[in-house]
């Protein structure tokens, strides 16, 4: 029988929120939760072997393992009070509230915190095939990777909520981001501190948000859900509307697979109908949009949205701009993808089209 260290919620069905030897479990009865004199945690197995090991961790002090109530474990040098280290370093599916996936910029490297499925939710904590972490080659998004391929994306945050999330709220859990030279970071807190949640990165790919109500879970919330589209299912320049593809700017773009497109296959997404040129570009406005992947977008300052109209007509590259509170402008530059339209709510994005004259497109693209 395979046997793990583990933490727990002290609910009646005992919730593992930690799991650190999923791939290297004990595989008879005898193990052996070991801290050395120099400050490092390890699982023995019966010869005497580390199945794993928090690391080397030097210290001349007394170093003490401590199970915190946000559910962290930690060792701590008690003459110093140094951190030698805590399973914040490594986090299993759950994130439990006040602690915090992000990541920080090193000398020479990042180091990132993130959610890591298992094999098999509750049954399996062999690592599965998926990781839910705030990306740093984005501009504050949470992303779900399935090996190097993006599974899901919450869009930008815009100081309250995801931008993607346009029925997200704040009265029962509050979300924070917070950012500077040295990285970001994400947490939740609990408006009411006696109720428990979970967030938990199912084995397929789901992120779902539990509340302890009496003695059960409750699923109060997941992502992504059966209405949310497929990654880029659009393709470039397309735009789920409704449950199907458009062209996000119909009058303008057309789909580049003409008969893919017919045959419900939009990989290939839209192309402009007239080129970019340097001399007559101007800007129309989709609004109530989850802006497009910000993997090829930049910030251009905290100005107003006519100061990131220009900003990005001084940048010829520049194909796109979106203002939002909190991260100010966002410019994209190369192809724009993943871009979902809402009934209301949602963020306006500016694309550069070859015209003398913007407008704004929303009552049309509505209504085909």
């Known amino acids: 029988m395979n046997r793990y260290l583990g933490i727990w919620n002290t609910d009646q069905y005992r919730t593992v929120v930690w799991v650190p030897n999923g791939d290297n479990p004990v595989i008879n009865s005898t193990g052996t939760l070991y801290?050395?004199?120099d400050g490092y945690l390890s699982i023995q197995n019966s010869t005497g072997q580390n199945i794993w090991s928090t690391g080397n961790q030097i210290t001349r002090g007394e170093p003490e393992a401590r199970l915190l109530d946000t559910g962290l474990l930690v060792i701590i040098d008690t003459k110093s009070g140094e951190m030698l280290w805590q399973s914040l370093y490594q986090l299993s599916d759950t994130l439990l509230p006040h602690v915090p996936i992000g990541y920080s910029n090193?000398?020479?490297s990042i180091l990132e915190i993130q959610l890591s499925s298992w094999k098999v939710t509750e049954i399996d904590p062999f690592?599965?095939?998926y990781v839910r972490k705030l990306d740093p080659s984005r501009k504050f998004e949470l992303v779900t990777f399935r090996g190097s391929d993006v599974f899901y994306r919450t869009g930008p945050w815009d100081g309250n909520r995801w931008n993607g999330f346009p029925e997200m709220t704040q009265d029962l859990v509050k979300f924070f981001v917070s950012s500077g030279e040295?990285?970001?970071y994400f947490w939740y807190e609990p408006q009411d501190l006696s109720v428990l949640w979970c967030l938990v990165l199912k084995s397929n790919g789901t992120t779902c948000r539990y509340k302890l109500n009496g003695s059960d879970w409750i699923e109060y919330w997941k992502a992504p859900d059966d209405s949310t589209?497929?990654?880029?299912?659009?393709g470039p320049y397309g735009i789920y509307i409704d449950g199907d593809c458009k062209c996000c700017v119909e009058a303008l773009f057309h789909p580049k697979n003409v008969n893919d497109w017919k045959n419900s296959m939009f990989s290939e997404g839209c192309e402009r109908n007239v080129p970019l040129n340097d001399t007559y570009n101007s800007f129309v406005a989709?609004?109530?949009v989850k802006l497009p992947d910000t993997i090829n977008a930049v910030s251009a300052g905290n100005g107003s949205t006519s100061e990131c109209e220009s900003w990005c007509k001084k940048n010829s590259s520049c194909v796109a701009y979106a203002y939002i509170e909190w991260q100010g402008c966002l410019a994209w530059f190369g192809e724009i993808i993943a871009m979902e339209q809402f009934l209301d709510e949602g963020a306006t994005l500016y694309i550069r089209v070859a015209s003398k004259r913007g407008m704004s497109l929303f009552a049309m693209i509505r209504a085909n």
């Open 35 to 37: 801290l050395s004199p």
């Open 106 to 108: 090193l000398l020479d």
């Open 127 to 129: 690592p599965g095939e």
């Open 182 to 184: 040295n990285g970001a």
């Open 229 to 234: 589209p497929s990654y880029a299912v659009c």
């Open 286 to 288: 989709l609004r109530n």
